[in-house]
């Protein structure tokens, strides 16, 4: 810095002779380079930018809107969520707070129930905010509870949809400078098996199972989990890791077949130890999350057999083969995803909100044009 100051000084002196405008012009011109350069030099040592813009996110004016402090409380909260990963300082508007201290309902601007987290409802105070919060699809959303007596209740909705107010998706990819050191070739040369999947629920909307049993005449696959054999390690993930030693492909194959519905099935295969290329099966816009040539979608064939014959050349093919993995570790989950991701998005709403909240038809925005049932299997 002090080296661009100098030449900043030495510049005005050499000016001097020139009108003042003319100094003025140039020293706006010379200070104009010098941020060119400091930013070109920020982004070669970080080398790092978001995917994609997967939602437009409200874009900011000011950065408190609002002069008030704004208390969100989270009333029915799902066991699994801790608060302390909730950081308002991160966020565009900073002024609101998160609790699950039910002393404070009357007092809170905006009151978050997640789905399978409550059984009835309280008096809902005059003004206030009621957020309905899910990370399911709608056939494991609406199953806990009767959503004709919710409707015209709550006002926004926190979720995994890109139209929620309160985004908030499994992962977001970020990209990143892929690791020169990897040996792709020792990676391709040790695996002497095609597909692995590791499952819980063997009975699913999307009848992943069907389709897994019809892929499994064409090209071998192998269980693990409830479904099928053990695994050595207990961890799913490390279960994982350990079978992307082998095995080429790996099946992300999704419970339900709903817009945007892409959970850890699929997001955790970009996270460091996941040497195999992933098969998607879920959302039908699964484009929009996931970096092309980073994975094999099944939507992209008309039956199992065709998927099949595309793995065995794929999978016969070092060149081809290695480009997906390479093409993979471009980018990694930053572990800003999951339900916390929404709040930022949540406190600007209360900012700037100009309006009465919506009320909303909770029956119709889970299941109007968000999912299907599966056309892709034999008949």
């Keep these: 810095m002090m080296r661009y100051l100098t030449m900043m000084h030495n510049f005005v002196i050499t000016c001097s002779s020139v009108s ?51 208390t969100i409380l989270f009333y029915a909260k799902p066991f699994w969520f801790n608060i302390e990963t909730v950081n308002f300082d991160r966020c565009n508007y900073k002024n609101c707070k998160l609790t699950i201290d039910k002393t404070l309902f009357t007092k809170s601007e905006a009151v978050i129930f997640h789905h399978n987290s409550f059984s009835k409802l309280p008096d809902k105070p005059s003004g206030q ?14 199953g806990s509870f009767k959503a004709d007596k919710l ?27 892929p690791n020169p050191l990897t040996n792709y070739t020792a990676i391709f040369m040790n695996k002497t098996k095609n597909i692995a999947w590791v499952v819980s629920h063997c009975r699913t909307q999307s009848k992943r199972e069907s389709y897994v049993k019809e892929l499994s005449k064409y090209i071998d696959v192998d269980t693990y989990g409830r479904c099928g054999k053990p695994c050595l390690f207990k ?14 492909f790996y099946l992300s194959f999704e419970n339900s077949l709903c817009k945007d519905y892409l959970t850890e099935k699929i997001l955790t295969m970009y996270r460091n130890g996941m040497n195999f290329i992933p098969i998607v099966r879920g959302a039908p816009n699964a484009g929009d999350y996931l970096p092309q040539k980073t994975y094999i979608a099944t939507s992209e064939f008309e039956s199992p057999q065709q998927l099949a014959t595309f793995l065995k050349k794929i999978g016969s093919d070092k060149t081809r083969y290695i480009s997906y993995l390479k093409e993979k570790d471009k980018y990694f989950d930053d572990g800003s995803g999951g339900l916390k991701a929404g709040f930022c998005d949540i406190c600007y709403r209360l900012n700037v909100r100009k309006q009465k909240p919506k009320i909303m038809d909770l029956n119709k925005w889970l299941w109007e044009n968000q999912c299907h049932m599966p056309k892709d299997l034999p008949t």
């Design 235 to 248: 961890n799913r993930e490390d279960c994982k890791s350990n079978l992307s030693e082998t095995y080429r």
């Design 129 to 142: 905010v009621w957020i309905f919060s899910t990370q399911e699809s709608p056939y494991h959303t609406s």
């Design 20 to 70: 003042a405008k003319n100094v003025y012009k140039g020293v706006l011109a010379f200070l104009f380079g010098i941020w060119m350069l400091w930013t070109l030099g920020q982004i070669k040592d970080f080398e790092r930018a978001d995917l994609n813009n997967i939602k437009n996110q409200p874009k900011v004016l000011w950065p408190r809107a609002s002069k008030n402090n704004f």
């Design 151 to 177: 409707n015209m209740k709550f006002n926004w909705t926190q979720s995994y949809r890109k139209d929620s107010d309160g985004f908030s998706p499994y992962a977001f990819l970020r990209k990143q400078r």
